[in-house]
């Protein structure tokens, strides 16, 4: 939504130098936060105002005012996305449902960059991080996003996009501590490497500490990361730039096991130090033509690895796009694009996971065409276009759009969308093997049983018909409001049926297997409101409510994933004086239910607070207390399906020091 914006709320630091730039951002009203650019919504920049999709924007201040220490922190703020944290290095992160450690109908990009994984057809969080200091927005699209950005933008689109190296010149140097963000330090330093070319280089890492599990003991998921990397903008003339960057990282990942077993006790914990490294670059040209035309091409390479108790898991990925757009007749605005993505992956098993074969490469090909059409002059626009691929699952799919925006009046916008969105099957849903639990000896057969999910070649596409309405306006220039309603049809969503049961005589158990299917149907309908109020120069509100319905068997949960049907966020921002910043956010979740092998399991709802006190004793010297999750010792906000025992996320403290030079 128009929305956030929010940091614009003050900047300041010190009399003098700040009061004239925090003059500056108060004489700001809500109306002119509307008007912020985004790039995700066509491909092209616009405000976000006229945007005909459910937008939201998290802004670099936002990030800092709450003190968020990762991406999926920052996250929590938008509306319809369900953020829960499984344990200190993994997260459940989805938009309008279906949210799962693995969920996969959400598309994230780091500065246009796919993080997707073919894997399970969605994103390891724990690999993906940026130096949150350098972070210029995050845009947030609830809702279809197929037809510009591909197979897997079924429910919606997260843009994490980073300031351009101009505006990170000279140095940043931060550093903190607490309780369980233990230890935590950044470096980056910018500087100008020719008359038109900037850069920056930067190094972060951090130590975390464990929760607490069920018995209330450690849960053994502490983790630790280090992350480097760059960042190169030149303006090679007066028509064409170049930015260049890259990263690399490495993690221990500690966590606790319950891995199935065919001999007593059927069920084996134990810690596992898991690891995960990897690192990224890319390559993007952008050539314009005229004010009217511009035209772009972008190249990277990604590779990870993971070295797992149960499984290792190493991945490359090579992906190049093109796009082009173009002014038509004056009324038209057509924007078209070629795509090309390449995969090579190597997995390695073990006594519950093996995948067959254990080595594939898959190419994924594509082309989009869009066509934004002015009906009536400043009035009236229709979008409509289509995404075409081809993968090497299921082949051809087509995925349209078509989206109507109104201006009725000049602070007044209404606009209404009907999308085709596809979820293309994963590496692990065509060719993997997992046991998920095993059935101890009982009466009629006194042996094991073994439940194995079993991947499917023959798997289709998950789809859905996507219907949107919203309105935005600005009733008085302090407050703004975001409202959006959607109903979502699913058809052929994966599920796994029984198969025939048969005898195993190596391991002396009967196996009970899980083929995959496409054989469920789902509904999901709601609301989501969004609004922002100024209420005196110095101090602001920032307010959101999501309300979510899902019609589903309650016994495909396991395989799905869901969400709560109500989630809440209040923020409060105060400039105290120019120098100092209090922030206080809370946060409802109404309780859930997570699907694990041994059944459903229930997560009573939860009211959190956070707070953040900030001290600029000179314009380039801050130092910060942030306090986290404040009102409960801990809870216990998702679990994870299989393997991770619960864990419950603990109250945390931290202090902070960031000096610019």
């Known amino acids: 939504m128009k929305k956030h914006i929010t940091g614009f709320l003050l900047l300041l630091a010190q009399p003098c130098v700040l009061q004239a730039a925090a003059q500056d951002a108060l004489e700001l009203n809500v109306e002119d936060l509307l008007n912020v650019e985004v790039t995700s919504v066509s491909k092209k920049a616009q405000a976000l105002n006229d945007s005909a999709a459910a937008i939201f924007v998290i802004t670099h201040d936002d990030i800092k005012r709450i003190g968020a220490t990762s991406i999926p922190e920052a996250l929590r703020m938008a509306p319809g996305l369900d953020v829960a944290r499984i344990d200190s290095n993994k997260w459940a992160v989805s938009a309008r449902g279906f949210n799962a450690r693995f969920s996969n109908k959400l598309l994230v990009l780091i500065d246009g960059r796919n993080t997707y994984s073919r894997m399970f057809s969605g994103t390891y969080w724990e690999n993906q991080d940026v130096m949150m200091e350098d972070v210029e927005r995050i845009e947030v699209i609830r809702g ?13 689109v997260i843009n994490i996009i ?64 280090v992350q480097g990397g760059f960042r190169l903008d ?12 890259g990263d690399l990282y490495h993690s221990h990942l500690n966590q606790v096991l319950s891995q199935p077993s065919v001999i007593s006790p059927y069920s084996l914990v134990a810690r596992d130090k898991a690891e995960a490294y990897g690192g990224n670059i890319m390559g993007r040209w952008q050539h314009t033509f005229s004010t009217q035309s511009d035209m772009s091409l972008q190249l990277f390479y990604d590779y990870y690895r993971r070295n797992e108790e149960w ?75 289509n995404k075409f691929e081809h993968n090497d699952f299921t082949g051809f799919e087509g995925q349209p759009t078509a989206r109507l925006m109104w201006a009725p009046a000049l602070n007044h916008r209404l606009w209404a969308g009907v999308s085709r969105a596809v979820r293309t099957p994963s590496r692990g849903e065509a060719n993997m093997r997992l046991t ?111 309300l979510l ?54 997560i009573p709802d ?44 603990d109250r945390g403290m931290y202090g902070k020091i960031s000096w610019n030079f």
Do not use: C
């Open 549 to 602: 319905k899902t019609e589903v068997p309650q016994t495909a949960m396991a395989v799905v994933g869901i969400s709560p049907q109500q989630r809440m966020n209040l923020r409060s921002a105060v400039n105290i004086r120019p120098d100092l910043d209090f922030d206080v956010w809370f946060r409802y979740v109404g309780n859930n239910l997570t699907a694990t092998a041994s059944g459903n399991s229930y």
């Open 436 to 546: 998920t639990a095993v059935v101890p000896p009982s009466s009629p057969f006194f042996i094991p049983v073994e439940l194995a999910l079993q991947g499917n070649r023959s798997l289709r596409s998950e789809d859905v018909l996507a219907y949107e309405v919203g309105y935005r306006t600005t009733m008085i220039k302090s407050v703004s409001l975001d409202v959006t309603a959607f109903y979502n049809d699913y058809a052929h969503l994966r599920d796994a049926s029984q198969g025939t049961v048969y005898f195993d005589p190596t391991r002396g158990v009967l196996v009970q297997p899980l083929p995959f299917g496409n054989n469920l149907k789902a509904k999901t309908y709601g609301v989501e409101v969004s609004t922002v109020w100024q209420m005196l120069d110095w101090w602001r509100w920032d307010a959101n409510y999501s």
């Open 606 to 649: 939860y009211v959190t607070m956070d707070a953040r006190l900030a001290w600029r004793p000179e314009p380039d010297l801050e130092i910060s207390l942030v306090g986290q999750n404040l009102l409960t010792n801990s809870h216990l906000e998702y679990q994870q399906e299989n393997l991770i025992l619960p864990t419950f996320i």
């Open 234 to 245: 030149s303006q090679l003339s007066m028509t064409d730039e170049l930015k260049f960057q």
């Open 311 to 385: 499984m290792s898991e190493g991945r490359d990925t090579f992906d190049l796009d093109f796009q082009h757009r173009l002014g038509l007749f004056d009324s038209h605005e057509l924007i078209w694009g070629l795509g090309y993505q390449l995969t090579s992956d190597r997995l390695q098993g073990g006594s519950i996971f093996s995948m067959s074969p254990a080595h594939r490469k898959n190419q994924l090909f594509s082309a989009f065409v869009q066509d934004e059409i002015e009906l009536i002059d400043q009035t009236l626009w229709l979008t409509v276009g």
């Open 144 to 156: 279809p996003g197929a037809t510009l950005w591909g197979a897997n933008a079924v429910n919606g």
């Open 162 to 225: 980073t300031k351009h190296s101009s505006k990170t010149q000279g140095g940043l140097l931060a550093a903190g501590g607490g309780t369980e963000e233990q230890g935590f330090g950044a470096f980056r330093y910018g500087a100008t490497l020719g008359e038109d070319t900037t850069g920056r280089v930067y190094a972060k890492g951090f130590k975390r500490d464990q929760n607490t599990n069920a018995q209330g003991m450690g849960a053994g998921d502490d983790w630790d990361k």
